[in-house]
């Protein structure tokens, strides 16, 4: 009898133990539950979408919008191929550009009717506005060119290119040549380089251009006219400039395109955007952008503009 009483109280010890251990561990349990998920719940709000958190890229194809541009003619190939170019890589968005001049494109700024004013010139005084910020994109340079064998003439200032181009100097002796006729070689009308050209020597101012003069459409035709006359002069783009024409120095600064960028070289100018921050839009800043790249720059070289960076 002893026997069995002292394995029942053994057994009944064994029972309350186990229950106190099962007991423990069930509120172990519940009291971690909650925990785990409070730092499972921490981790997932520290992963933000990576989609959220990716600024715009020109070329994702993922911008929209119209952008409308106005202003300067001078730059309307390379803006044109540059909205090309944009609009390829971005379907969703459609750029809107009227050639209407610089003063223009800068009004239209100034009044806030478009999202970006081009220009083909400094901004004067009264057109820089509290808040309007500009970008140049591409410089343009003019070489004045005579033939080689014209060996007396080796600068010109823009007062003489005006009266050359003009027809009131007509021998090359009026400018420190030899005593022989000046064969004036300009471009077509629907120039952008002539209209430059005519803009920075004040030819308006002058009269205009002489009835005398030849007219070659492109660079190219230019400078085969003048390596063909040993009388001629022409203008050209930079890039324009070889061994078979020689390139005169405009009031003693050559056309170089470091001289252009700086200014110092008279008969270059800068090809720049206005806006302000409110009115651009979101494409509007990423064409912004895009027109700094290097396939946007190689453009400006195409059509004979000096790049930002070169």
Same mark, same amino acid.
């Given at each position: 009898?002893?026997?069995?009483?002292?394995?029942?109280?053994?057994?009944?010890?064994?029972?309350?133990?186990?229950?106190?251990?099962?007991?423990?561990?069930?509120?172990?349990?519940?009291?971690?539950?909650?925990?785990?998920?409070?730092?499972?719940?921490?981790?997932?709000?520290?992963?933000?979408?990576?989609?959220?958190?990716?600024?715009?890229?020109?070329?994702?194809?993922?911008?929209?919008?119209?952008?409308?541009?106005?202003?300067?003619?001078?730059?309307?190939?390379?803006?044109?191929?540059?909205?090309?170019?944009?609009?390829?890589?971005?379907?969703?968005?459609?750029?809107?550009?009227?050639?209407?001049?610089?003063?223009?494109?800068?009004?239209?700024?100034?009044?806030?009717?478009?999202?970006?004013?081009?220009?083909?010139?400094?901004?004067?005084?009264?057109?820089? #506005?509290?808040?309007?910020?500009?970008?140049?994109?591409?410089?343009?340079?003019?070489?004045?060119? #005579?033939?080689?064998?014209? %060996?007396?003439?080796?600068?010109?200032?823009?007062?003489?290119?005006?009266?050359?181009?003009?027809?009131?100097?007509?021998?090359?002796?009026?400018?420190?040549?030899?005593?022989?006729?000046?064969?004036? &070689?300009?471009?077509?009308?629907?120039?952008?380089?002539?209209?430059?050209?005519?803009?920075?020597?004040?030819?308006?101012?002058?009269?205009?251009?002489?009835?005398?003069?030849?007219?070659?459409?492109?660079?190219?035709?230019?400078?085969?006219?003048?390596?063909?006359?040993?009388?001629?002069?022409?203008? #050209?783009?930079?890039?324009?400039?070889?061994?078979?024409?020689?390139?005169?120095? &405009?009031?003693?600064?050559?056309?170089?395109? %470091?001289?252009?960028?700086?200014?110092?070289?008279?008969?270059?100018?800068?090809?720049?955007?206005?806006?302000?921050?409110?009115? #651009?839009?979101?494409?509007?800043?990423?064409?912004?952008?895009?027109?700094?790249?290097? %396939?946007?720059?190689?453009?400006?070289?195409?059509?004979?503009?000096?790049?930002?960076?070169?």
């Amino acid at each position: 009898m002893k026997i069995r009483k002292y394995i029942s109280a053994a057994l009944c010890t064994a029972m309350v133990l186990g229950l106190a251990a099962c007991t423990s561990s069930g509120e172990t349990a519940k009291e971690t539950q909650p925990q785990t998920q409070a730092v499972t719940e921490s981790v997932k709000d520290t992963q933000a979408p990576s989609n959220d958190t990716q600024a715009p890229d020109s070329a994702s194809g993922d911008i929209s919008g119209t952008i409308v541009i106005t202003g300067s003619t001078s730059v309307e190939k390379i803006l044109n191929d540059m909205k090309d170019e944009f609009q390829a890589m971005n379907p969703d968005v459609d750029i809107q550009y009227t050639g209407s001049g610089s003063s223009a494109g800068i009004k239209d700024t100034m009044n806030k009717v478009n999202n970006i004013g081009a220009s083909s010139r400094e901004l004067k005084d009264e057109e820089m #506005v509290d808040g309007m910020k500009t970008e140049v994109f591409a410089y343009d340079g003019i070489a004045v060119i #005579v033939n080689p064998a014209n %060996e007396a003439v080796k600068d010109i200032t823009p007062e003489q290119l005006a009266d050359i181009y003009s027809g009131k100097v007509t021998n090359w002796k009026e400018v420190g040549g030899d005593d022989a006729e000046i064969f004036v &070689v300009s471009r077509e009308a629907s120039s952008g380089t002539r209209s430059a050209f005519e803009e920075l020597i004040g030819l308006e101012d002058a009269g205009g251009l002489t009835a005398n003069a030849a007219t070659s459409e492109g660079n190219g035709p230019v400078q085969a006219a003048v390596a063909e006359n040993e009388n001629a002069i022409g203008y #050209v783009s930079f890039s324009f400039i070889d061994d078979t024409v020689k390139p005169l120095t &405009v009031s003693g600064v050559e056309p170089t395109a %470091e001289n252009a960028k700086s200014g110092t070289y008279t008969l270059s100018r800068p090809f720049l955007f206005c806006y302000f921050e409110d009115t #651009v839009t979101d494409a509007g800043k990423a064409f912004l952008d895009f027109a700094l790249t290097q %396939e946007a720059q190689e453009i400006v070289t195409t059509h004979g503009g000096i790049t930002v960076t070169e």
